[in-house]
């Protein structure tokens, strides 16, 4: 009786775990990425293959994403966590990786891809000390700006999930190849697009637009923070506003996530004009992909730099 | 890793190679357009491709080498390359990647060094009276160090409350480990600082169903504020009333299950057994001896969390704590201990502009319904020696608006009953010394307004402002300043549970 008992028990378990296996089978790869740029490029390689959700969203500040909980069981599911490395996240991922009890998806194992793998970090500091600021120690983690950072990002990602999921392969590496077809002719556009701003000097309020000035050859002033993640003092303030007026910049750039107030007083005072930039997809409405998000930004900076008259001739 | 490296350079350096004899062209010419119909289909073409360059490759070495040697170039060796200049910058190539390799190669005994930090946290304070609890009439009784109930003696005082030492790493694919030494102020020594170990834990990290383990010292899963450190507080000082339930921080030796559900919304349950809750507590129940399995402490807790919408979310949480039999060791009498606990936090943090402009609401409501005695320790009696079990209420609230990336003002307000102290009263009836328990069910109320504000110059560096009044039942009420100044050293974070 007992056994007879027992032996359909384990029968319906079986059934159960053939079915969920099953159902298992036919779900489509979770991904989590922590910022939503590495969701659009995801996406796009994972193509049908995949869900793909972003935790922090476009206007947020990607240092200061709270710690929210909801957090924790979107990582706990996830087949697969995408973050751009070179300490970006630092204030929030670890935490939330720990807590999520999801080993897959910790550093070092293969459902964590690091997308910064094989850019090589402009601004590296020399000097690790916390009195130059709070934020970049691995070097400046804004390469999703420059084009070519997103042909890297996309490359590595379409790396980590074919090794995470070989059997889908050859469904990753065409993916990849439209993209980057399509991303390399929009590269050839954009370069056309930016060369008014050539030579063309700005200030922005945090070092995000490093590996997009150095692509469209446009000339760093400085920043509004001290040093990265540090509020301005007035002297700084001023020395800034001094060296704009030098060198001629007009150009304030104010990342979503920032106070007009400063960069509209700097923009007074030099007689320059803002120009509010999103820094990753969503930052602004407008800005629903990652090819918009290079679009945007360059057509609203050719706009402003033609209203300051500091556009160069093509 | 490194090998992962080593395989990058090398793909790299080929991929140069390529690129230098071969021309770039053949690699980048592929049509990018319709995705391969089958994995097969996909290979067979990277193979076509690849037999190409080959092929492409091998052409120009054949070229390369029938080149015949220039007639006038006799002095130098036969070097076979076409393009010495090329040959020059691929050795200037190969000497970079294999510096850059030798150096990865290199070994330090202290690349298994675990992650510190250190916090300092000291504090100037003015208290304009001491304030006594159990006569009920102001001068107050005191414990070893001078204070009652964690409350400084009057007068001005500075305090480096905390130096504590936070130590991480994993252990093992299994496991990792955290210490928090802290050298503090303790009452018992004087107020001299002694260096104690807070916190040291070891935690699983692999355990199957979405279990963590966690054994050791540490802050025990109760409420959201006792498990705090000094601090990581959003106050000067812990408010009273956890102060006086909890007894200090929620330590405890022990071991402790925690579970997160798999939901789609966070929901979280930890069970720990444990030698006593409290760092400080003043049950007389100590760490010392062992204790009957009914002296154990055991705890439970679950929370869970919810965003109202993106720039909304609330938290909840609920927790016990029962110590069925506890024996204290200075009354050896036996009591038992319970302590139920709710929180909430409320907090409006804003997408865009959270990190600027933000707004946490946020308290915990205890509820004391065992025997012990919070204030002198063991079972609670009144005058008469009779044990007392009768529940006492206690709970903070508090509100912080950031007004911007440094700026935070707030206001905290705490409540807690005691039940302890019988206030010597005659009876009028029987006109013998009674208690106001006995006589009269009464309570003394004890409150606390605290306004304070801080600043961040950066995020490893604040200020602190606060001021207290405190009404404690009969005693005077007094007036608290404080000034508190922090830092933080190395990477701070204490990590999930201590999220802001």
């Known amino acids: ?314 | 890793m490194r090998t992962q490296l080593q395989l990058r350079v090398l793909i790299g350096l080929i991929i140069l190679a390529f690129g230098i004899v071969g021309g770039l062209g053949p690699v980048f010419a592929q049509n990018p357009g319709a995705p391969a119909a089958s994995e097969v289909e996909n290979l067979k073409k990277q193979m076509a491709l690849m037999e190409e360059q080959l092929r492409q490759l091998r052409l120009q070495v054949d070229k390369m080498a029938g080149q015949p040697v220039a007639p006038g170039s006799a002095g130098p060796p036969a070097a076979s390359t076409a393009d010495p200049a090329l040959e020059k910058r691929l050795g200037e190539v190969e000497n970079k990647a294999d510096a850059a390799l030798t150096a990865t190669k290199k070994s330090f005994a202290s690349q298994f060094n675990p992650s510190l930090s250190l916090a300092i946290d000291t504090i100037g304070s003015y208290k304009s009276n001491a304030q006594g609890f159990n006569p009920g009439d102001g001068t107050g009784t005191r414990d070893a160090g001078g204070r009652v109930n964690n409350s400084r003696p009057a007068g001005a005082d500075f305090n480096l409350r905390t130096a504590e030492l936070f130590i991480s790493a994993d252990v093992d694919p299994f496991t990792r480990a955290y210490a928090v030494i802290n050298a503090s102020a303790d009452a018992a020594n004087g107020d001299e600082a002694t260096m104690g170990v807070e916190e040291a834990a070891i935690v699983t990290t692999r355990l199957p169903y979405n279990l963590t383990v966690r054994g050791g010292r540490f802050f025990a899963d109760f409420g959201t504020l006792p498990h705090r450190h000094d601090h990581d507080l959003p106050f000067v000082d812990r408010p009273p009333s956890i102060d006086t339930f909890i007894g200090g921080e929620s330590q405890t030796n022990g071991v402790e299950v925690s579970w997160l559900a798999p939901t789609p919304f966070y929901l979280r349950a930890s069970g720990t057994i444990g030698n006593k809750l409290g760092a400080d507590s003043r049950e007389g129940v100590t760490n010392v001896n062992s204790r009957p399995i009914k002296g154990l402490t055991y705890l439970g807790r679950l929370q869970t969390y919810f965003d109202l919408n993106d720039d909304h979310n609330l938290e909840l949480g609920g927790s016990i704590v029962e110590t069925p039999n506890a024996e204290d060791i200075t009354n050896s009498g036996r009591f038992e201990r319970r302590l139920v606990g709710m929180d909430f936090r409320y907090r409006w943090y804003p997408l865009g502009s959270g990190v600027r402009q933000s707004l946490t609401i946020a308290g915990e409501l205890l509820h004391d319904i065992g025997e012990a005695d919070p204030v002198n320790g063991g079972r609670r009696t009144d005058v008469f020696g009779n044990p007392v079990r009768q529940g006492a209420w206690g709970g903070y609230v508090y509100a912080e608006y950031r007004l911007s990336k440094q700026w935070r003002p707030g206001f905290r307000f705490d409540y807690f009953q005691l039940q302890s102290e019988p206030l010597l009263v005659t009876n009028p009836l029987t006109g013998l010394p009674a208690s106001t328990l006995n006589a009269t069910g009464h309570r003394t109320d004890n409150r606390t307004w605290s306004p304070y504000l801080t600043w961040f110059p950066s995020e490893f560096q604040r200020l602190r402002l606060q001021y207290n009044r405190s009404v404690r039942g009969n005693a005077q009420s007094a007036d608290e300043f404080f000034l508190q100044w922090t830092v933080f050293l190395g990477s701070h974070s204490h990590g999930f549970s201590e999220r802001e």
């Open chain 1, 1 to 314: 009786m007992i056994s007879q008992w027992l032996s359909r028990f384990c029968g319906l378990m079986l059934g159960v775990v053939l079915l969920a296996g099953e159902a298992h089978a036919e779900e489509k790869i979770y991904i989590v990425t922590s910022l939503p740029d590495l969701a659009d490029i995801a996406a796009r390689i994972g193509g049908d293959l995949v869900t793909v959700e972003s935790l922090a969203k476009g206007i947020e500040d990607p240092h200061g994403v709270p710690i929210k909980p909801s957090f924790v069981p979107k990582l706990n599911r996830a087949q697969v966590l995408i973050v751009m490395g070179l300490e970006y996240e630092h204030s929030w991922i670890p935490a939330l990786v720990t807590e999520s009890r999801n080993s897959k998806i910790v550093k070092g194992n293969s459902g964590y891809i690091d997308v910064s793998l094989k850019v090589t970090p402009k601004e590296v500091p020399t000097d690790l000390s916390r009195a130059k600021g709070e934020l970049h120690p691995a070097g400046n983690p804004h390469f999703n700006l420059d084009p070519e950072g997103g042909r890297l990002i996309a490359q590595t990602i379409a790396e980590g999930l074919t090794l995470n999921f070989p059997q889908h392969r050859a469904t990753f590496e065409a993916n990849l190849k439209v993209f980057l077809a399509q991303l390399n002719a929009k590269i050839r556009d954009w370069e056309i697009l930016a060369r008014p701003l050539h030579g063309v000097k700005f200030i922005s309020y945090h070092q995000d637009f490093t590996y997009f000035a150095d692509r469209f050859g446009m000339d760093y002033v400085g920043t509004i923070e001290l040093k990265p993640g540090i509020e301005p003092t007035a002297s700084h303030l001023v020395e800034l506003m001094q060296n704009m007026k030098t060198v001629g910049a007009k150009i304030v750039l104010r990342e979503p996530h920032f106070s007009e107030k400063v960069p509209n007083q700097i923009a007074a005072q030099v007689g320059g004009l803002v120009v509010k930039l999103p820094i990753m997809v969503g930052g602004s409405p407008e800005v629903k992909t990652y090819f918009d998000l290079i679009e945007y930004n360059i057509r609203e900076l050719l706009k402003a730099a033609q209203v300051a008259g500091v556009a160069g001739k093509v």
